[in-house]
């Protein structure tokens, strides 16, 4: 059996099937936008996972990746690149909690560019060479700390945050465009809502979309 994406021919494990199988699963709980679930199909999630776990990679649940972190589950990432990209009409995204960057992977062809900040150089370094090999060249990389945002190159027209936060980043939203939507996992670990904030001219709204359950957005470096 030939498989178009992943290069390891026979095994299954990444073929088409079962990508397809965790598409239809994602559809079934509510994802409708086909841009992001043709990305789910596309990006081989299996490289960003340790080889071990390489036949765990379509399934859709979070996964260790080393230094504490995990890999988001596919739904997540899922329905926060659907949040972010509903109406979305800008260019730029900035992007906080980088980790093994399969999120980035499934955003980077929807979107212009990519600003992605993460607080952990080593994790960031390996990603930065992964994203290149899958030939993803519209990233830049910072290593920081995501409560400050990356001033340099905003307002940005859409923010997302992989780690959970006990209230919105103030710098976040200043740098957050006239128009432009935030997505954001808000409240303490266990009680966590994935949260969307769009940015009006003099006040912003907020809705809580769904319950989830991140890793926190640590303060300070
Ligand atoms: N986006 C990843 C999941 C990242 S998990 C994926 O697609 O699988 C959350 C990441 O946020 C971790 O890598 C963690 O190191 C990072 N992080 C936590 N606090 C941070 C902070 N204050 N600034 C930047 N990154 C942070």
């Known amino acids: 059996m030939m498989d ?33 679930l043709d990305q789910i199909r596309n990006v081989p999630r299996h490289l960003f996972v340790d080889e071990a776990l390489a036949s765990r990679a379509y399934e859709d649940t979070a996964l260790p990746i080393g230094l504490g972190q995990t890999i988001s589950q596919p739904y ?13 009409q800008g260019e730029t995204v900035l992007e906080i909690g980088t980790g093994c960057g399969y999120q980035t992977a499934v955003l980077a062809p929807l979107v212009k560019k990519i600003y992605t900040v993460e607080r952990i150089p080593e994790l960031l370094r390996k990603t930065r060479q992964r994203l290149r090999d899958l030939d993803i060249y ?18 940005y027209d859409g923010i997302i945050v992989a780690a959970a936060a006990a ?16 997505v954001i996992p808000i409240g303490p670990p266990g009680r966590q809502d994935l949260t969307m904030v769009t940015k009006m001219n003099d006040h ?18």
């Open 138 to 155: 519209n990233v830049q990389f910072r290593p920081g700390d995501g409560w400050e945002g990356w001033r340099k190159y905003g307002p």
């Open 167 to 182: 209230e919105i980043p103030e710098k976040l939203l200043q740098q957050l465009a006239p128009g432009g939507r935030l």
């Open 4 to 36: 178009p994406q992943g290069g390891i021919q026979g095994i299954g494990m990444t073929s088409r099937r079962t990508r397809d199988r965790l598409v239809q699963r994602l559809r079934d709980q509510g994802i409708r936008s086909e841009a992001v």
């Open 204 to 221: 912003c709204e907020q809705v809580s979309l769904e319950p989830v359950s991140f890793v926190p957005l640590v303060k300070g470096k």
């Open 76 to 88: 997540v990432v899922a329905r926060m690149t659907e949040a972010l990209l509903d109406g979305f």
